[in-house]
Nanobody, 123 residues
Framework: VQLQASGGGLVQVGDSLRLSCKAP????????MGWFRQAPGKEREFVAA????????SHADSVKGRFYISRDNAKNTVYLQMNSLKPEDTAVYFC?????????????????WGQGTQVTVSS
C-alpha cells in the first residue's frame, strides 16, 4: 500500500491546515488509518487514528479538541484537520495504515507509512 501525504506548510500560530493522505486505488480501503508526527530530536508520536468504517476515532490528548481525523473511502483519502495550531505542533507528519485501530496507534505495529509532510508553526 502506497500512502501519499500532502498539505503541510508554514503557518502562523492559531492558523489551520488540513493534511491529506491518499492511497491510490482501493488498497487502503479496509485498513485503519492514522497520523503520527516527529519533531526534531524527538521520537515519533501518535496523533490520531480512525477505523475504516469511521466508527472508532482516537486523538492524542495533546491535540484533542484542535485536530480532527476523518476519511473518505470513496476517495481513498484520510484527512487531518488541524486548528488553533501552536509552535509545539511543528513536526513532520506521517500517515499510517494497519489492520486495526489499536495497531495503527502504535508505531511499532504500523504496517504502512507514507512519506512525511512538514508542518511549521511560526510565532
Amino acid at each position: 500500500v502506497q500512502l501519499q501525504a500532502s498539505g503541510g506548510g508554514l503557518v502562523q500560530v492559531g492558523d489551520s491546515l488540513r493534511l491529506s493522505c491518499k492511497a491510490p486505488g482501493r488498497s487502503a480501503s479496509s485498513y485503519a488509518m492514522g497520523w503520527f508526527r516527529q519533531a526534531p530530536g524527538k521520537e515519533r508520536e501518535f496523533v490520531a487514528a480512525i477505523t475504516w468504517r469511521s466508527d472508532q476515532i482516537s486523538h492524542a490528548d495533546s491535540v484533542k479538541g484542535r485536530f480532527y481525523i476523518s476519511r473518505d473511502n470513496a476517495k481513498n483519502t484520510v484527512y487531518l484537520q488541524m486548528n488553533s495550531l501552536k509552535p509545539e505542533d511543528t513536526a513532520v507528519y506521517f500517515c499510517a495504515a494497519s489492520a486495526s485501530i489499536k495497531m495503527v496507534m502504535t508505531s511499532t505495529f504500523v504496517r504502512y507509512w507514507g512519506q512525511g509532510t512538514q508542518v511549521t508553526v511560526s510565532s
